[in-house]
């Protein structure tokens, strides 16, 4: 079942302070939109909150407090964490894996474990999925393996189905 509800001047600054630590232009964006709105949905192993701004979906956040930009957002606005990734990584991304070591070909920003990371394809510069960082860039850039960011929401996943339904 999902819910559907305009945010309270008092929530929308709650959010906007949240979303400042995230992604200040993500921030903005949300401070000058003339409606926010929060869509409430339970999915098999986790409740979300989508946020939309004048109907736009950009900020999530999961039952255990993550919040991260949603996939719209990292295609409107800068994001200051990214790691490109090769051609061979993206089907398995597309398909919910965890983003590897070796599928890296290059980091931008200095973000540290636990961080929210955009995942871009490196053959096209587009945003692929949002992770959570394990390792922090330097540890990125130093090993040769291990999973280095966790798949939160890739293209085509159920949020992204989600996106479509509520237009």
Do not use: W
């Not at 701004?53 to 964490?81: G, H, N, Q, T």
């Not at 040769?144 to 479509?164: I, P, Q, S, T, V």
């Amino acid at each position: 079942m999902i819910q559907r509800h305009l945010l309270s001047k008092k929530d929308r600054k709650r959010l906007v302070t949240k979303v400042q630590d995230i992604s200040p232009k993500l921030a903005e964006a949300l401070k000058k939109a003339s409606k926010i709105e929060v869509i409430k949905v339970k999915f098999p192993n986790v409740k979300v909150r989508l946020f939309l701004a004048d109907e736009i979906p950009l900020v999530v956040e999961e039952s255990d407090k993550l919040m991260y930009p949603s996939l719209v957002a990292l295609f409107m606005y800068e994001y200051p964490f990214k790691a490109f990734v090769d051609q061979g990584a993206v089907k398995h991304i597309l398909r919910g894996a965890d983003v590897m070591v070796p599928g890296i070909t290059k980091v931008e920003g200095e973000f540290e474990r636990n961080k929210i990371v955009g995942v871009y394809s490196e053959s096209t510069s587009k945003p692929l999925a949002v992770c959570l960082a394990l390792m922090s860039y330097k540890e990125i850039l130093e090993h040769e393996k291990g999973r280095a960011l966790k798949n939160l929401h890739y293209l085509g996943d159920k949020l992204c189905k989600l996106y479509k339904s509520i237009k």
